[in-house]
């Protein structure tokens, strides 16, 4: 919990003034993330799905593909989520939709992060022609509303989950990359920077040492955030048939099969409660992260 | 999608708090020269996205679009290429290219075989009703909830929207539209099955394009009734994402505002509590809200593709959908230009609404 | 000077909610001030001043308890009901804050501002209100009230700021106004006018003026009486040229040798040693021991009352090492404090 410990929250390194103390009074509510039970929630609905997705074969009636019940049952004690228009178990479908959808969002949120934070530090160290060209490609994807240019990309490249998941990592890095070069501009020119280098620490030293921290704190706050987005984009892909292919058990893939069966409500209701669960629990967790980092770090993770 | 906000957020920080100086009508003109600039420059970026992702992506267009027959013929390819300058060097063909946007000729649609500006033409009047509605559905519930959480900051009202809003933006958009439409089309009849009026209705004679507006304009109670009928569903789904977002940031900015000291101000003077979150609260914190409202509808046209399928309304976003799954490149582009053009208009008239709102706003 | 009472406050506290708990912010003060008269109370940040005043208005954040008494024209005003005290807010007693640079309301006109509450209080039409506010503007000297009134706060200096704030305050003619820390943001050469234009407004309206600052300098040239507090308490109490001419409190006395040039008897500056406490870290016994030159064993056991030591003047000191009848311990190593000479030192018993 690197950000829980670089809080301003109590520190009694200086005494504080009389409004100091009224505002500290009016954050006795905040408590961290692990005793607010929004993100206690989040944490532990997040950590029963790695288990499902982890031990899915264990825990599935049935293989995600096997096709030996009557088709678009509704839901019974056999078939639990009932079964969808080629007669497969939509449960077991789910629990196997979690391999596929948390590692790919894991990796989906890791890749934008690295090259967004790589890009936008680049921005805010150099400055100058990097800076402008960097971030006149971040403005030109924010302007493009987000699932269109994904969208776009993926009808390009053609429809495949590999193509989806390249996508939404095009419109995601920019994110990072405006908070992490907002972020090393304000850290440069802090005053701790200063002073460590008063002090004469080496740049490299600075960076490492002083920067780093107070950098990835807010970063990965909002990677926390983002997988929730990540999520809904590709399966929002999915959906459009642009991501996962059939046969593939996806759960937006599967919520595009209630679509064409919509009178049989179960076969979009249970896949599409599993992201909504999955998506919620990323942002109840982001959520209490994003409380407890200073207002105007938090100000620039928007949203 | 809503990480847009970033920037602006900056903007709205510095300008509440910091000194500023006066504006001069010459001061805002070029305030607002520079933000068309900026505008169009992200416009011709935009067409080189667009012209990379058509022309340079593998993938042979003649393939696409030739049968197999005709690919059979050397002489066949090579006039295709020619005619569409696919022979010529990439740069000559960019040129081509803006050529012919400039000319409004976005290409013709693989599927339906009529230009794409023809068909966007049609369709995008569609969406813009789809989607204002929506941003007025969000800014209604999203800044009350969000003024209440923040005036209520701590009690279990708080909280309750908390999670509301936070339900909101985790929903996808496209599972509610399915349940939406099960619920109360298919089980309980309480809207029309898709669509924009009602089949016997006629469309009312096209002044915005907006049927409900349209009916309006001529008076016309019974269609505006059909078109709001038809309208109420949809853009109540694809607000919901929204609303989440805009109770987040409204309590953000009431709460920022809240503890400033011209607000501890105006209670010293004795006003009471509605009038100080009325006039002193509310008031600054609207300016952030203008411009996040900007970012939100731009994430709103994009989050019709997800919903116009399932509600059979006929906006670029089903067009988009149909163009993806199809690969019908020149319409996908056309509907991304669109709505990135869109949404860089949207912003510029918020920023000139900000600057109209803000006496003190910082010239940059 | 003063013609009676027109402010008693008697055994006020403050307890606070703080991330720790339950915290006394002012702990039984007791003060009051005389019609027209100017009253000082001067203290470090965290000494409980701004609370004390907040607290008389009910202006406390959710989850403060306040117990006393705050008596103006026989009403006790932590009795009031919300309305009520609405009613005395701004319209008989009001207040300046600290930076006119973040009071003044950055998107509304001066004139909303200036005749929002008058208009509410007084019942005036919006014709009579604008009158009022120029009327205002032009007593605290704002050259074209007019212009001024349609202008946004952005357009003017710090110190027009504050003139204005102050125009604010006094426009619906109250009885005390409470200004604190009212020079604090503004650069020297401001700080004289606006302290000079209480001054005459006190002389030609009879305006009672209670202000709050943690520099002594502020209060030597106009306050009346002063109220020195430390730690949520009142360490002492009196006329103020009697009070900063021989200081009898250490704190006092700190405060004094902490300003530039204090005395004139070529004592360099001296800042007072460590910090204020926090409300979560209270020293035991007289607050102020930890960090008093003079402090004995039994400072640090027993919490000093506030006791009369002659010339209206009260201490909260039980060594009381600075009386004029005392030589300075020499094991204390305070060897470079010197008390201020004063001829009026002489005339306290």
């Known amino acids: 919990m690197t950000v829980a410990d670089s809080l301003p929250l109590d520190s009694d390194a200086a005494p504080p003034g009389v409004e100091e103390q009224l505002d500290r009074s009016d954050r006795a509510a905040l408590r ?26 264990l825990l599935a009636p049935d293989p995600p593909n096997s096709q030996f019940a009557a088709p678009l049952l509704a839901p019974t004690h056999q078939f639990v989520f009932g079964t969808d228009q080629l007669g497969r178990d939509i449960f077991s479908r789910v629990l196997y939709g979690a391999r596929l959808s948390l590692p790919l969002a894991a990796l989906l949120v890791a890749v934008s992060l690295a090259i967004g934070s790589l890009l936008g530090a680049m921005a805010g160290f150099f400055g100058g022609i990097v800076d402008s060209v960097i971030m006149r490609i971040a403005d030109l994807v924010f302007a493009f509303p987000g699932i269109i240019l994904a969208l776009a990309v993926a009808a390009a490249l053609g429809p495949q989950l590999r193509n989806a998941v390249l996508a939404v990592i095009v419109v995601s890095w920019p994110s990072y990359a405006r908070l992490a070069r907002s972020l090393v501009l304000g850290a440069r020119t802090s005053e701790y920077v200063t002073s460590a280098r008063l002090f004469g620490s080496s740049g490299w030293r600075v960076l490492r040492v002083e920067l780093g921290p107070n950098v990835a704190g807010p970063l990965l706050v909002l990677a926390t955030l983002d997988v929730g987005n990540a999520v809904l984009l590709l399966s929002g892909l999915s959906f ?29 209701l249970f896949p599409g409660l599993a992201i909504l669960t999955v998506v919620l629990a990323f942002n109840f967790i982001g959520d209490a992260l994003r409380d407890i980092l200073d207002p105007r770090t938090a100000r620039m993770l928007g949203k | 999608m809503t990480c847009g906000t970033l920037a602006n957020l900056a903007v709205i920080n510095t300008s509440l708090r910091g000194r500023a100086r006066r504006v001069t009508p010459a001061g805002l003109g070029r305030f607002l020269g520079r933000r068309i600039g900026i505008g169009l420059v992200l416009m011709v970026g935009i067409t080189l996205v667009a012209f990379v992702l058509t022309h340079l992506v593998p993938g042979n267009p003649a393939a696409a679009n030739l049968g ?29 290219y803006l050529g012919k946007l400039l000319h409004g000729n976005l290409g013709i649609s693989e599927q339906s075989h009529r230009a794409v500006v023809t068909d966007l033409a049609e369709y995008v009047p569609a969406t813009i009703e789809l989607a204002l509605f929506a941003i007025v559905i969000s800014l209604v519930l999203g800044v009350g909830l969000g003024i209440l959480a923040a005036v209520r900051r701590g009690k279990l009202v708080d909280g309750v929207i908390r999670v509301i809003s936070l339900l909101g933006v985790s929903m996808p958009t496209f599972w509610v539209a399915l349940l939406a439409f099960y619920l109360f089309f298919f089980r309980l009849g309480w809207f029309p099955s898709g669509g924009r009026l009602g089949p016997a209705v006629t469309p009312p004679g096209n002044i915005t394009g907006l049927y409900t507006v349209d009916a309006l304009l001529h008076g016309d109670w019974s269609l505006f009734a059909s078109a709001l009928d038809h309208l109420v569903l949809p853009g109540l789904v694809l607000g919901i994402y929204t609303v989440g977002t805009m109770v987040r940031f409204t309590r953000a900015s009431v709460l920022e505002v809240i503890n400033n000291d011209y607000v501890r101000a105006a209670r010293v003077k004795g006003l009471s509590e509605w009038t100080v979150i009325r006039r002193h609260v509310v008031r600054p914190a609207l300016l952030g809200i203008a411009t996040v409202s900007g970012v939100a509808f731009g994430s709103l046209l994009s989050g019709t593709v997800l919903v116009e399928n399932i509600f059979g309304w006929p906006g670029i976003g089903q067009y988009a959908y149909n ?42 | 000077m003063s013609t009676g009472t027109l402010l008693e406050v008697e055994d006020l506290s403050v307890r606070l909610r703080t991330a720790r708990g339950i915290r006394l912010a002012v702990d039984h003060v007791s003060f009051s001030i005389g019609q027209g008269e100017i009253l000082g109370i001067a203290g470090e940040s965290g000494s409980g001043k701004t ?54 309301h950055p998107l509304l006109r001066i004139e909303v501002q200036m005749t929002e509450h008058v208009r509410t209080h007084l019942a005036m039409s919006k014709d009579q209100a604008r009158e009022r506010a120029l009327e205002m503007l032009a007593a605290v000297r704002i050259p074209d009230p007019e212009q001024a009134l349609a202008s946004h706060p952005h357009q003017f200096s710090g110190g027009m700021r504050q003139r204005i704030a102050i125009a604010m305050a006094l426009a619906c003619e109250p009885r005390l106004i409470i200004a604190d820390e009212p020079t604090t943001a503004l650069d020297v050469t401001v700080q004289a006018g606006i302290l000079s234009l209480l001054d005459q407004l006190r002389r030609e309206r009879g305006v009672s003026v209670m202000i709050i600052t943690h520099d002594l300098g502020v209060l030597s040239s106009i306050s009346d009486r002063l109220c020195v507090m430390y730690g949520g308490r009142i360490v002492e109490h009196g006329v103020t040229r009697e009070v900063l001419g021989s200081p009898r ?56 009352p506030l006791r009369p030591i002659g010339g209206g003047r009260l201490l909260a000191c039980d060594p009381d090492p600075l009386a004029p009848d005392r030589s300075e311990p020499s094991s204390s190593g305070a060897a470079t404090s010197v008390p201020v000479p004063d001829p009026l030192a002489e005339q306290v018993p």
Request: neutral net charge; glycine residues 10%; charged residues 15%.
């Open chain 2, 68 to 96: 197999q027959r005709a690919l059979g013929d050397p002489a066949i390819v090579k006039a295709f290429n020619h005619e569409y300058g696919l022979d010529k060097p990439v740069v000559d063909q960019y040129v081509i």
């Open chain 3, 249 to 304: 409190h250490p704190y006092t006395n700190g405060l004094m040798q902490a300003l530039p040039g204090a005395s004139g008897t070529g004592v360099p500056m001296r800042p007072i040693g460590g910090s204020p406490p926090s409300l979560d870290d209270m020293p035991s016994g007289c607050s102020f021991h930890p960090r008093c030159d003079y402090a004995q064993v039994s400072c640090s056991s027993k919490v000093p």
């Open chain 3, 51 to 104: 609370i004390t005043a907040l607290s008389l208005l009910g202006l406390l954040p959710g989850g403060s308890r306040t117990t006393g008494r705050v008596v103006l024209d026989g009403r006790d005003l932590l009795t009031l009901h919300r309305r009520e005290l609405r009613s005395v807010r701004g319209r008989q007693v009001s207040m300046v804050l600290q930076d006119p640079m973040t009071s003044l």
């Open chain 1, 32 to 57: 961290p993330p692990w005793r607010q039970p929004l993100a206690l929630t989040g944490g532990l609905v997040i950590l029963a799905w790695i288990v499902i997705a982890i031990f899915a074969p």
């Open chain 2, 323 to 364: 163009s993806a799954i199809n690969l019908d490149l020149p319409a996908i582009m056309g509907v991304s230009m669109v709505v990135a053009f869109i949404y860089i208009v949207v912003n510029l008239l918020v920023d000139i609404l900000y600057s109209i709102l803000d006496p003190r706003i910082e010239l940059r």
């Open chain 1, 240 to 268: 459009l048939g642009l991501g996962a292919q059939p046969p593939t058990a996806e759960w937006g893939a599967m919520v595009s099969a209630g679509a064409q069966n919509f009178n049989s409500w179960w076969v979009g």
